[in-house]
């Protein structure tokens, strides 16, 4: 009736994007725990760490660590994110579940966060296939900064698109297209959406939003009208990237929740576990996180008046 799906599946993001632009470094036994309390909370796909460079990004040199230290739940997903040949086959030996290539849109932020051109980085997403796919481990893909780029501005629709059809002819079972520095707006989103399940009706669509500029839920809800059912998010709204200017965080996972259950949206996740996960989390970082409902409550749980 409201014309919105009635279930969303949310990858957690925040043991990725969200630890690998935080100044402090947490220890793998602490990651585990956040893990472990998020599978907890209900999450069924989590995004564990990278196998990229350690030079790269220091906070996630020990995801081989954290992925043999995993207490896996039953149907839970952790999934690996790499960037080439080398990391897809250090994701298959430490048995990820799920092996995720990322490249970028534009040149630009492509060459600055992987330093290879776009067409290079398709052709390492060609391995990284077919690596997952002599292991049996699910492939998907992920395209940032497809909503805009930080140094090119504009990203032409046109463009992503077409890299989307270079990514599904690789194999990809789920495409990501990632608003990796929140320059997506809703009217955008939805146009972009629909164009994309128009053009590829068989290869599920997930979105990447950082609320970098407070227009996170706004471009969810432009996704969810035109039928996207698959975000990520991060708990307590931690995240950004070390590679773009003035980032923030990715959407906040319990805010996310808080909103879709409100819309009477289905999640399979425990709210109230789940902001016990974002205390936790803050507890470890030492320092606050950006998301509201930890702060304001559940909207239903009404307070005494005064
Ligand atoms: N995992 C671990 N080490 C890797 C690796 C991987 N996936 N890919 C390359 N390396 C190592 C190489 O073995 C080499 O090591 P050595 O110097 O000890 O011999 C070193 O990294 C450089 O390799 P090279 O292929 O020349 O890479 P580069 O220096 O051009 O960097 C990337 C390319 C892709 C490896 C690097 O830029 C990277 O890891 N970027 C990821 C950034 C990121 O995660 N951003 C956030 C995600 S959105
Ligand atoms: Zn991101």
């Known amino acids: 009736m409201s014309g919105l799906p009635a279930s969303v599946k949310i ?3 925040g043991p990725r994007d969200g630890l690998q632009a935080e100044a402090a470094i947490l220890s793998t036994e602490d990651k585990l725990r956040l893990i472990g309390c998020l ?14 460079s350690p030079r790269a990004i220091p ?9 043999a230290n995993l207490d896996r739940r039953p149907g839970a997903v952790y999934s690996a994110v790499v960037p080439n040949e080398k990391g897809a086959r250090r994701a298959v030996e430490a048995e990820a579940d799920e ?3 990322f490249l970028a849109a534009s040149e630009g932020y492509n060459r600055s966060n992987v330093r290879m051109s776009v067409e290079e980085s398709l052709e390492q997403a060609a391995r990284v296939a077919k690596v997952a796919r002599e292991a049996d481990v699910p492939f998907v893909a992920v395209l940032s900064v497809a909503f805009g780029c930080p140094y090119e501005g ?9 890299l989307c059809g270079r990514l599904k002819e690789l194999g990809a079972r789920e495409i990501t297209l990632g608003d990796t520095t929140g320059m997506a707006y809703p009217t955008q989103v939805r146009g972009l959406s629909r164009a994309y399940g128009e053009r590829y009706p068989d290869v599920p669509l997930r979105l990447h939003f950082h609320n970098t500029r407070g227009m996170g839920l706004a471009n969810v809800l432009a996704a969810l ?3 996207v059912d698959r975000f990520d998010a991060s708990v307590g709204g931690l995240g950004g990237s070390p590679y773009a200017p003035g980032a923030t965080g ?3 996972t319990e805010d996310l929740v808080h909103m879709l259950h409100e819309m009477g949206v289905e999640t399979g996740v425990d709210l109230e576990a789940l902001i016990g996960c974002a205390r936790l989390l803050e507890e470890f970082l030492g320092h606050e996180l950006p998301g509201k409902v ?3 409550g559940i909207c239903g749980h009404l307070t005494a008046a005064p």
């Open 11 to 13: 990858k957690e993001v």
């Open 99 to 101: 092996i995720q290539v």
């Open 154 to 162: 504009a990203v032409a629709p046109e463009r992503v698109l077409d």
């Open 59 to 67: 906070a996630l040199a020990d995801a081989a660590e954290v992925f």
């Open 250 to 252: 990715n959407i906040c």
């Open 294 to 296: 930890m702060k304001a």
């Open 225 to 227: 009208e035109a039928g």
């Open 39 to 52: 599978a907890g909370a209900g999450l069924r796909e989590i995004e564990a760490s990278s196998f990229v």
